[in-house]
């Protein structure tokens, strides 16, 4: 998040005047937050539901009551590496109807001190792209894997270097709208290829809606991923890939010439699907930094509010606050995360929040 610096000085004698001065900030400010929480997801109600307020409790595991549990029930389909026939649009009335995404990101760094100063496209350790043209839209997050750090490697620069050459080929004339996979293995591929080498590991989602068929094709390899929301519920999701518990599915790079193991998957191993999307849908694609933290019900829920909001500003406050929604709640001890939960199942002894860097893109087709 970036402040704004003013420099405001008066040279003010009379007391009543300084008083009359400083109540009126003071109900600019009280102004400014009354809108903020308007325009933040109907006044703030998840808020309250975060503090315990008198809105509907959350069920005791985090979840939606009708939950099933069965992540394979929704209409997602899984993609193969062939390439897939698109119709052709109409005249220019049929482009005008195509699909278009209104996107917005926001997010933390970890740690503030490693990371001070806001990067475009980077949140402290975790990496993000969002493109578009008249064929289709396309989004992307990278988390690199902290480990590194202990190598004196800056985890940051592998997931920037990834989602920077996905950005650049993601506008290419040649880029496959239907093959988020191959837009990956082609950025890889650039990485590795570095004369001077880009060192680290990180996961991996690549969203992209191709807008002649109203389709978004995915790739997702490790524990960033995707929701789609619709009518209240989630229509499609992406899947975890994990080798075992908190070691995700990553692409990987090690320096030459020195012995270091680290775990390493290819491009090819990323799970794909595709999806017919429609208007109002609410996509949202972030690291694990918000999963780990945020209940999905109340993902759902910020999300289902979204449906149709075309308003760039009443997204943008809302990803502000799922953000924050994750921030806080990483950093509570007393919070009962979904990781916390995950680790128990797996007789892992754990509690509270999961400390991590956060990013969130939101999009709603419209």
Request: contains cysteine.
């Amino acid at each position: 998040m970036n402040t704004l610096d003013v420099d405001f000085r008066m040279d003010i004698r009379g007391t009543g005047f300084r008083r009359t001065i400083q109540q009126y900030l003071i109900n600019c400010c009280a102004q400014l937050v009354e809108i903020a929480m308007i325009l933040t997801h109907e006044s703030g109600k998840f808020m309250c539901r975060l503090w315990g307020g008198t809105s509907q409790e959350l069920p005791p595991n985090g979840h939606d009551k009708d939950d099933d549990g069965d992540k394979g029930h929704y209409h997602c389909h899984r993609t193969t590496n062939e390439k897939k026939l698109i119709r052709n649009s109409g005249g220019e009335g049929d482009f005008q109807r195509l699909p278009r995404l209104v996107s917005v990101a926001c997010g933390f760094a970890k740690d503030q001190v490693i990371y001070p100063h806001y990067s475009r496209g980077k949140f402290g350790e975790d990496a993000w792209f969002s493109t578009s043209n008249a064929q289709a839209y396309t989004m992307g997050v990278a988390d690199g894997v902290g480990g590194w750090r202990s190598f004196g490697v800056d985890p940051g620069e592998f997931s920037m270097f990834l989602m920077r050459s996905c950005e650049r080929l993601s506008l290419g004339k040649d880029m496959v709208p239907q093959r988020p996979d191959l837009l990956l293995a082609r950025a890889y591929c650039e990485l590795l290829g570095q004369k001077c080498p880009v060192v680290g590991s990180c996961t991996a989602c690549i969203l992209i809606l191709n807008r002649a068929n109203s389709t978004l094709y995915t790739a997702n390899l490790g524990d960033s991923g995707f929701l789609v929301v619709r009518s209240g519920a989630v229509a499609c999701r992406s899947l975890e890939q994990q080798h075992h518990f908190n070691t995700p599915y990553q692409l990987s790079a090690s320096p030459p010439r020195h012995h270091v193991t680290a775990v390493s998957d290819g491009p090819e191993s990323a799970d794909t699907m595709q999806f017919t999307v429609e208007p109002g849908d609410v996509i949202l694609l972030a690291t694990d930094g918000v999963y780990d933290n945020v209940p999905e019900s109340i993902l759902i829920e910020v999300l289902s509010e979204m449906s149709g909001v075309s308003d760039a500003v009443r997204l943008q406050m809302a990803a502000n606050a799922v953000a924050l929604m994750a921030r806080i709640l990483s950093f509570n001890p007393a919070h009962d995360s979904p990781f916390s939960q995950n680790a128990r199942k797996l007789n892992i002894a754990a509690s509270g929040g999961k400390p991590d860097d956060i990013t969130v893109l939101l999009a709603t087709v419209v």
